[in-house]
């Protein structure tokens, strides 16, 4: 018989997981609180763009439907987002009342998979015992487990499909089972551990990015101290065989890598104090990047800035957590006026124009987010400087206008 999986949370990870399994013949029933998207859904209006999206709810949607409510089914999947709260910790409000929907309609034999990050110890504490109010065991009655998603934005789907998962469960049969569920897509190895020991993999995968990306925009500001280009250091540095530093930028954005290093962090303050320091330092980027643009803006005698690019990294369309919200807030209160453009972000909390607008007024711009529309960006005679946060055109600068790459000798002022 197919086995009827129930996603809980259709955002960028809970709907290409529940189409892939729906693609791979699972009946799926994909469960969201947003009405609205639900009902978008139903008429296979998509609610955000990823490469591949459009082709895998057609070649899935035989076996899909949607539904705000959670169903009786053989499988749960719980993919809601876990914010971080006020005093950076993982918020559980989301998981809590996911795990609180599925708990009634739970059946003994089921398998209960948590997908969300989430803080160590999360999976066989709050969870199970939300899941065990109704009299089911976990690990008997029913099985219970964590797998992280591991997919990066722009590439889900593909990654999804070919990147080695970790298996978390809290016996060995669930661990079995678990497994089983994404081997109907996964191509890549799976291992199997704990329920701890896979969300606690999933915080260092992301914490070291952290940590590394912070690395780099440390050595970006002391190259621009000595005078030198962080670009070349970095690439000539990673030629050692077992150096990889990552690139500075203007912040750390997304959902994921601005928020996940502090679950790690929150539940063991005292023995990771590296993982804090790289958060402050990503943090402190924008800031960084407003008061160089601040003093070059001035010295052009500048009064309007265009920002190019709001998504938090390249060719997506996701604006969260993006640093060009610090950075447009900042230079407005410096007195500054700011026009944002973006090439795919509709949905972000600064305001948009076109980049048409944005060329007719402002006398100088900020590149926040490379995207490859900018790499060929046709600047008009109004611009008087460009300021380069992620070194896109380091080797094309734009002709007859001042060029000022983050990490370079030019952003000394
Ligand atoms: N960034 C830099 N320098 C770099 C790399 C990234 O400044 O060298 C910035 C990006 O511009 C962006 C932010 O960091 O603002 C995060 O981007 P990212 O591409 O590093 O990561 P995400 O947030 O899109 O996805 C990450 C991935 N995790 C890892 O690579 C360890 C992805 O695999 C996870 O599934 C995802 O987090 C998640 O959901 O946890």
């Known amino acids: 018989m197919k086995q009827h999986i129930a996603v809980v949370g259709l955002g960028y990870i809970?709907?290409?997981?529940?189409?892939?399994?729906?693609?791979?013949g699972a009946t799926v029933t994909g469960c969201d609180i947003d009405a609205k998207k639900i009902a978008g859904l139903a008429t296979g209006i998509l609610p955000f763009q990823e490469p591949g999206l459009t082709e895998l709810y057609a070649s899935a949607k035989e076996n899909f439907s949607a539904s705000t409510k959670v169903?009786?089914?053989?499988?749960?999947?719980?993919?809601?987002?876990?914010?971080?709260?006020?005093?950076?910790?993982?918020?559980?409000?989301f998981v809590e009342s996911a795990t609180n929907s599925?708990?009634?309609?739970?059946?003994?034999?089921?398998?209960?998979?948590?997908?969300?990050?989430?803080?160590?110890?999360t999976t066989t504490g709050i969870v199970r015992s939300i899941l065990e109010k109704g009299g089911l065991v976990a690990g008997k009655d029913f099985y219970l487990g964590f797998v992280s998603e591991k997919a990066i934005p722009g590439n889900t789907i593909s990654e999804m499909i070919k990147n080695d998962r970790i298996a978390g469960g809290l016996t060995p049969e669930c661990k079995k089972r678990v497994a089983a569920v994404y081997g109907l897509f996964v191509e890549g190895a799976f291992f199997q551990t704990d329920c701890t020991t896979a969300e606690v993999v999933k915080l260092v995968e992301n914490s070291y990015r952290d940590v590394n990306i912070a690395f780099a925009n440390e050595l970006a500001r002391t190259c621009?101290?000595?005078?030198?280009?962080?670009?070349?250091?970095?690439?000539?540095?990673?030629?050692?065989?077992?150096?990889?530093?990552?690139?500075?930028?203007?912040?750390?954005?997304?959902?994921?890598?601005?928020?996940?290093?502090?679950?790690?962090?929150?539940?063991?303050p005292a023995n990771t104090t590296i993982i804090k320091r790289a958060r402050e330092i990503n943090d402190g980027m924008p800031s960084y990047v407003a008061?160089?643009?601040?003093?070059?803006?001035?010295?052009?005698?500048?009064?309007?800035?265009?920002i190019l690019?709001?998504?938090?990294?390249?060719?997506?369309d996701d604006g969260r957590e993006t640093p060009a919200e610090p950075i447009f807030k900042e230079l407005v209160a410096r007195g500054f006026t700011v026009l944002v453009h973006d090439p795919l972000v509709t949905?972000?909390?600064?305001?948009?124009?076109?980049?048409?607008?944005?060329?007719?007024?402002?006398?100088?711009?900020i590149i926040v987010t490379d995207h490859d529309a900018y790499k060929t960006i046709a600047l008009t005679p109004k611009q008087k400087?460009?300021?380069?946060?992620?070194?896109?055109?380091?080797?094309?600068?734009?002709?007859?206008?001042?060029?000022?790459?983050l990490g370079t000798s030019a952003f000394n002022l």
């Open 71 to 93: 169903p009786v089914a053989d499988v749960y999947i719980v993919c809601v987002p876990t914010p971080v709260t006020a005093d950076k910790k993982c918020d559980n409000r």
């Open 347 to 365: 949905k972000t909390n600064v305001p948009l124009t076109t980049l048409e607008e944005l060329l007719a007024s402002a006398d100088g711009v």
């Open 291 to 306: 008061t160089v643009v601040d003093k070059i803006a001035k010295n052009h005698q500048s009064k309007c800035i265009g």
């Open 224 to 268: 621009t101290t000595l005078g030198i280009n962080v670009w070349e250091v970095i690439s000539l540095a990673n030629h050692h065989p077992r150096v990889n530093v990552h690139e500075p930028g203007p912040g750390v954005g997304g959902h994921c890598i601005a928020l996940d290093p502090w679950f790690l962090q929150s539940s063991d």
């Open 14 to 24: 809970g709907l290409p997981t529940a189409l892939l399994l729906a693609k791979a």
């Open 309 to 316: 690019g709001v998504a938090y990294k390249k060719n997506v």
């Open 102 to 121: 599925i708990a009634p309609v739970l059946q003994a034999g089921a398998t209960v998979i948590i997908e969300s990050t989430v803080a160590p110890g």
């Open 385 to 405: 400087w460009l300021i380069d946060t992620r070194g896109l055109l380091l080797t094309n600068p734009p002709k007859n206008i001042s060029y000022y790459a």
